[in-house]
Nanobody, 116 residues
Framework: QVPLVESGGGLVQAGGSLRLSCAAS????????MDWYRQVPGKQRELVAV???????NYADSVKGRFTISRDNAKNTVYLQMNSLKPEDTAIYYC??????????WGQGTQVTVSS
């Protein structure tokens, strides 16, 4: 069973929107914080957004006001709503799920491409 399954990436024009989803399987227990990262080839993976188990959120300055992270605890799913997309948002997006006492899990990555 794949621990995390991401979906929702794709190609969009600048100014458009996409919604990413990341569903954790039943094999992951004691989920704590859930994050979204992104990576451009040749560069370090960067943190985009964080949501804690209590629902507190934090964002990279580059996406504040445009991206919204949310979670559905009943479905063990984290979302990233991305609005007003820019070409510089083009990257592979990864979800990361952190647990209490059971380490962390990464999604397989989903490509987001924003054309100008």
């Amino acid at each position: 069973q794949v621990p995390l399954v991401e979906s929702g990436g794709g190609l969009v024009q600048a100014g458009g929107s996409l919604r990413l989803s990341c569903a954790a399987s039943g094999s992951i227990f004691s989920i704590n914080a859930m994050d979204w990262y992104r990576q451009v080839p040749g560069k370090q993976r960067e943190l985009v957004a964080v949501i804690t188990s209590g629902g507190s959120t934090n964002y990279a300055d580059s996406v504040k006001g445009r991206f919204t992270i949310s979670r559905d605890n009943a479905k063990n799913t984290v979302y990233l709503q991305m609005n007003s997309l820019k070409p510089e948002d083009t990257a592979i997006y990864y979800c990361n799920v952190r647990t209490v006492g059971n380490g962390a899990y990464w999604g397989q990555g989903t490509q987001v491409t924003v054309s100008s």
